[in-house]
């Protein structure tokens, strides 16, 4: 699996071009209306939603049905932001959602891929997703080692143990590598952040000796 990701969408930007266009249909349809009228043609072929007020006048989100004009719609209440994961969505990561990230005060999950987000105004959407990505766009040591790389990864380890200072990297493609050193020198640091280069483009885990904690 590839580097874990979430790509976002402002349902509030959504939900206003959505009203927009059904005030300017309205709006078109009034007009037709009232030129029908002073031409004293047949109405009879108006779309009669409108005039009535019903579900035309309502908007569909994924905390249910609103009418356009209400002050609890989601988008009147919070910065709502729609997630896209290239990850399953379980619910340990739901769980996550509601008590380990603050700022999510509504939570919806759409699919196995997506979720809904409302974000009381108090909150700046960029603290919040930074907040997010780093909890959930990590891998777990059960995500990236089969038993054959819990193998190598026990060879590399018992290899390191007299070696003061270590790091192995377990990348999402099974690929293993280690930077080791008897001091934490420049060469070990520039070797470490090779290996955290590497994490962030393939995704993974990076194992570290008792010294580097």
Not at 12 to 29: G, H, Q, R, S, V
Not at 133 to 160: D, S
Request: charged share 30%; hydrophobic share 40%.
């Amino acid at each position: 699996m590839s580097n874990k990701i979430i790509t976002w969408k402002s349902w509030n930007a959504m939900a206003d071009d959505y009203i927009m266009k059904l005030y300017e249909d309205l709006a078109e349809i009034t007009t037709d209306l009232s030129n029908a009228v002073t031409d004293g043609n047949d109405m009879g072929v108006m779309p009669m939603g409108f005039l009535r007020g019903d579900s035309a006048n309502v908007i569909y989100t994924p905390l249910g049905v609103y009418p356009i004009d209400s002050m609890f719609k989601p988008s009147d209440r919070w910065d709502c932001r729609i997630g896209t994961t290239n990850f399953s969505i379980t619910q340990s990561i739901k769980n996550k959602l509601v008590k380990d990230v603050e700022g999510i005060e509504a939570l919806k999950i759409i699919g196995r891929y997506t979720f809904f987000i409302g974000i009381p105004h108090t909150f700046d959407f960029r603290d919040v997703r930074a907040d997010i990505e780093k909890k959930l766009c990590i891998f777990t040591e059960e995500e990236v080692m089969n038993e054959e790389t819990r193998k190598t990864v026990a060879l590399v380890k018992e290899q390191l143990k007299n070696d003061k200072y270590w790091s192995i990297l377990v990348a999402s493609t099974g690929k293993v590598d280690y930077v080791v050193s008897d001091k934490l020198d420049q060469k070990y640091l520039d070797g470490l952040a090779e290996l955290v280069e590497v994490k962030q483009s393939l995704g993974g885990i990076i194992l570290k000796g008792p010294n580097n904690e």
